[in-house]
C-alpha cells in the first residue's frame, strides 16, 4: 500500500492571496486542523505551503494585527513535507518523523496535488496492519498441540 492509497482525497486549499481570517473560516467550515497553500502552474494547483491551525493561533497571540489583515504567507509553512502518492507508508512516517510534523500535502509524479495524509490516516492503517498480524499469531498459537 503507498501513501496515495491513504491520503484523504479532499485537501482543503486556499490561494497563496488569502487572508489568515478566510484561512480559519475555512478550517472551521471543513472541520480541519491544516489546510494546503496552492498557487496556479500550468494548469493546476501546485503546493505553495501549509497552515495549520497552531500557526495561525501563534501568529495572533504574538501580533497585535487582525486577522482579516494578515495573509497566508505571513504565517504559512513555505517548504512543507510533501509525499509523492507512491511513497511507502515506513517511507512517509520516516519523512514526517525527521521533519517533526504530522501532515503533509500528497502529490502525484507531476507535481498535482491528490489529497493530504496525516499521522491519524497512518496510525490507522498501521493499527490494521498490526491486527492482522495479531490474528494471524492468535490463530497459530491455538492449533499448537498441548
Do not use: F, W, Y
Amino acid at each position: 500500500m503507498n501513501i496515495g492509497q491513504i491520503a484523504s482525497k479532499q485537501a482543503v486549499t486556499v490561494p497563496l492571496s488569502a487572508s489568515l481570517e478566510q484561512v480559519a473560516e475555512a478550517m472551521l467550515q471543513c472541520g480541519v486542523g491544516a489546510i494546503v497553500v496552492t498557487e496556479p502552474e500550468d494548469g493546476h494547483a501546485r503546493v505553495a505551503g501549509i497552515i495549520t491551525d497552531r500557526d495561525i493561533v501563534r501568529t495572533r497571540l504574538g501580533r497585535s494585527s487582525a486577522l482579516s489583515a494578515l495573509h497566508v504567507a505571513d504565517v504559512m509553512t513555505h517548504t512543507p513535507l510533501v509525499l509523492d502518492a507512491e511513497d511507502s507508508i515506513a517511507s512517509a512516517i520516516r519523512h514526517l518523523q525527521a521533519r517533526c510534523v504530522r501532515r503533509a500535502p500528497v502529490v502525484d509524479r507531476e507535481g498535482r496535488l491528490l489529497g493530504l495524509v496525516s499521522t491519524d490516516d497512518l496510525l490507522g492503517e498501521v493499527a490494521t496492519e498490526l491486527s492482522g498480524l495479531a490474528q494471524i499469531v492468535a490463530k497459530q498459537g491455538r492449533r499448537r498441540p498441548a
